[in-house]
């Protein structure tokens, strides 16, 4: 279709964090890119939650996926 992996964009995440004061956290999830960014931000991440999918027959390959192509952390 055209689209990008993830065409999220976390960029308020940045103010948020900043206006409520938030200097570390325990962030819950298997995205790289998230972590990477939380970082950037200058919050210390004090423990990755991972968020656990179990795998069956209709989110098999879309797990697979987010694994092999995005480097999801699963």
């Known amino acids: 279709l055209g689209f990008k992996e993830d ?13 409520l004061g938030i200097k570390k956290l325990k962030l819950i ?8 960014y939380v970082e950037s931000l200058g919050v210390e991440i004090v423990e990755r939650i991972p968020a656990i999918i179990k795998s069956n027959k209709y989110n ?11 480097g999801h952390l699963i």
């Open 7 to 19: 065409e999220r964009d976390y960029r308020v995440v940045g103010y948020i964090f900043e206006n």
């Open 60 to 70: 098999e390959l879309y797990l697979s996926t987010k694994k092999e192509k995005m």
């Open 29 to 36: 999830t298997n995205n790289p890119v998230k972590l990477k």
